[in-house]
């Protein structure tokens, strides 16, 4: 859960005062609240009641010469201070102060979030360090989802600083092993969320799921698989790239002496020298070989490059069809939506009807 005091403003009914707006995050949904602070003042002296023990930190004192109606200064000072309050008491290891009624009460809390959002992140370093654990919490799977979507995205800048790495070499490895951790990363978590979702509904305690979210939440976990995939297939697309790069290269360098061997050789041989071998631009791979070896390693080189363009080829095949997968689950995503918005409406025109019903009842 994430709390936080953003604001504040004046309110001027049934007289003026100020409110302070407090805004929550919650796994499933985020709301706001208003308050004033003598309702801080009051969820103070109950914490301290119920948890027979005061919270870890009080609120800002109360003002008995000045007024924040009229002092803006004592307004934002004040602010700052509710939500420094509120969060010393969300973030606490000590859960007694949340697990009040006070405290739901004031945030308009469910009791089911009380406990357990309060160790979310504790639950959630829990379950990923599990190797091959499921997840079977609905809240830590979404956060773990949540996660899933960040290693992605990570994934996928690492491999955009790779093509942007040029002809740095160092530049372009770091960038891999990046990618590929995030990568492997991300087919842990999208393991352990996959198995939580096919578990039975008894293993997900009290806050069962139900067909629609259940498959909602496949879905996704479809479409994180999907992603991972095609990233997995640009990065080894890119590094085959690079690998036939080079080896053109190396061509190139073998190819420039050969031909100037030949053509010294020919003059060498008008000349009765014999057909030893001249120098010309030299590399470590042909340093010790005379012009058959040359030749022979040209030949292998060339079959090298042959086998690394049909690896490659095999990649922008693999490329394509992920694409074709992806547009297709785009289309098919669309006509979903379509049908949910007819649902919405016809559902919208019922609800009117009844309410026209009910207004001519009363």
């Known amino acids: 859960m994430e709390i936080s005091v953003p604001s504040s403003q ?4 049934p007289k003026p005062h100020t409110t302070y707006t407090i805004s929550l995050r919650l796994p499933l949904r985020s709301f706001t609240l208003q308050k004033r602070f003598s309702d801080f003042l009051t969820l103070h002296s109950q914490l301290t009641s119920q948890a027979s023990a005061s919270p870890p930190i009080s609120p800002p004192p109360k003002s008995y010469f000045s007024y924040t109606t009229n002092n803006p200064a004592l307004a934002e000072t004040r602010r700052v201070a509710l939500e420094k309050y ?3 008491i969300a973030s606490t290891s000590d859960p007694r102060w949340r697990d009040t009624s006070a405290w739901r009460t004031f945030l308009n809390l469910p009791s089911s979030v009380s406990a357990k959002s309060s160790i979310a992140s504790n639950l959630h370093h829990t379950i990923s360090s599990a190797a091959g654990g499921a997840v079977t919490d609905p809240v830590v799977w979404l ?3 949540r996660d899933l979507k960040g290693q992605l995205h990570e994934a996928r800048i690492q491999i955009t ?3 942007q790495a040029g002809a740095n070499t160092q530049a372009q490895h770091e960038a891999s092993a990046q990618a590929k951790k995030s990568l492997v990363k991300a087919g842990t978590t999208i393991a352990q969320l996959a198995d939580g979702l096919k578990k039975s509904r008894d293993d997900w305690g009290s806050e069962k799921l139900g067909d629609g979210e259940v498959r909602r939440r496949k879905d996704l976990v479809a479409s994180a698989r999907k992603e991972k995939e095609s990233l997995e297939g640009l990065l080894s697309a890119m590094v085959a790239k690079a690998q036939v790069d080079a080896a053109m290269a190396d061509k190139g360098s073998l190819m ?3 031909v100037a061997s030949g053509a010294i050789n020919g003059n060498a041989g008008k000349k009765g020298v014999g057909s030893g071998r001249v120098l010309g631009k030299e590399t470590a791979r042909t340093r010790e070989l005379d012009n ?5 390693l040209q030949k292998q080189m060339m079959e090298e490059q042959d086998e690394d363009v049909t690896v490659l080829a095999a990649a922008i095949r693999r ?3 992920l694409g074709e997968e992806i547009n297709r689950q785009l289309v098919e995503q669309n006509k979903m939506l379509e049908m949910l918005d007819e649902d919405v409406t016809r559902v919208q025109g019922k609800t009117d009807v009844a309410r026209k019903w009910i207004g001519k009842i009363s």
Do not use: K, P, Y
Not at 292 to 296: D, R
């Open 10 to 13: 004046l309110s001027t009914t």
């Open 86 to 88: 509120l969060q010393t």
């Open 143 to 145: 956060d773990m989802h």
């Open 161 to 163: 600083r790779r093509d």
């Open 256 to 258: 420039g002496t050969s």
């Open 292 to 296: 058959a070896g040359v030749l022979s």
């Open 319 to 321: 490329q394509r069809e």
